[in-house]
Antibody, heavy 121, light 108 residues
Framework: VQLVESGGVVVQPGGSLRLSCAAS????????MHWVRQTPGKGLEWVSF????????YYTDSVKGRFTISRDNSKNSLFLQMSSLRTDDTALYYCAKEVDCGGDCFFFDSWGQGTPVTVSS | EIVMTQSPATLSVSPGQRATLSCRASQSVSSKLAWYQQKPGQAPRLLIY???TRATGIPARFSGSGSGTEFTLTISSLESEDFAVYYCQQYNKWPPLTFGGGTKVEIK
């Protein structure tokens, strides 16, 4: 299993950014996926969820209406479209693969290496 | 939102000794709790899920216990590679999924 994030850069407050996560080594379309971010001050923070076919998504309250999670199962890719970025969105963003247990296993057995997003003027 | 609180923030332990880490939930999460280990510059690694089930490849010196609101991760005999930060995560009631603030296990 390999997850490789990309797209993290320095962006000004109010700006937009699209993160990508390339998945390999497993049947991507069979797994629900998440974005999790990490900052030195706030630790690990779950950001967003998308189900296998992309029809169901969830977000943490602080990013609702600003971030959009999506996936392209034909390209084994996960995305996070980020807009109206704020300084407190500054973090290392991980994509994470949910464990497949056939039910409610909303925890993660594989993570990428993360891509850093810095929101600063 | 379920708040997860870990204690202590830092635990100083000598190699070969036992480490006991705590995680408390602000409301019951049943047994839907996972533990992760994170080393500097690395992503978190799943250790325990279902409060007490070791993930694939995790050594038997790692054990988890608890249910409801109180959980414990025990490392029976610390090895050099175990010095890291440990996080708990609840997955009983979400969104949002929530993590504890972490416990750093350092060499005494």
């Amino acid at each position: 299993v390999q997850l490789v994030e990309s797209g993290g850069v320095v962006v000004q407050p109010g700006g937009s950014l699209r993160l990508s996560c390339a998945a390999s080594g497993f049947t991507f379309r069979r797994y629900t996926m998440h974005w999790v971010r990490q900052t030195p001050g706030k630790g690990l923070e779950w950001v967003s969820f998308i189900n296998r076919d992309g029809g169901t998504t969830y977000y943490t309250d602080s990013v609702k209406g600003r971030f959009t999670i999506s996936r392209d199962n034909s390209k084994n890719s996960l995305f996070l479209q980020m807009s109206s970025l704020r300084t407190d969105d500054t973090a290392l963003y991980y994509c994470a693969k949910e464990v497949d247990c056939g039910g409610d296993c909303f925890f993660f057995d594989s993570w990428g290496q993360g891509t850093p997003v810095t929101v600063s003027s | 939102e379920i708040v997860m609180t870990q204690s202590p923030a830092t635990l100083s332990v000598s190699p070969g000794q036992r480490a006991t880490l705590s995680c408390r939930a602000s409301q019951s999460v049943s047994s839907k709790l996972a533990w992760y280990q994170q080393k500097p510059g690395q992503a978190p690694r799943l250790l325990i899920y279902g409060a007490s089930t070791r993930a694939t490849g995790i050594p038997a010196r790692f054990s988890g216990s608890g249910s409801g609101t109180e959980f414990t991760l025990t490392i029976s005999s610390l090895e050099s590679e175990d010095f890291a930060v440990y996080y708990c995560q609840q997955y009983n009631k979400w969104p949002p999924l929530t993590f504890g603030g972490g416990t750093k296990v350092e060499i005494k």
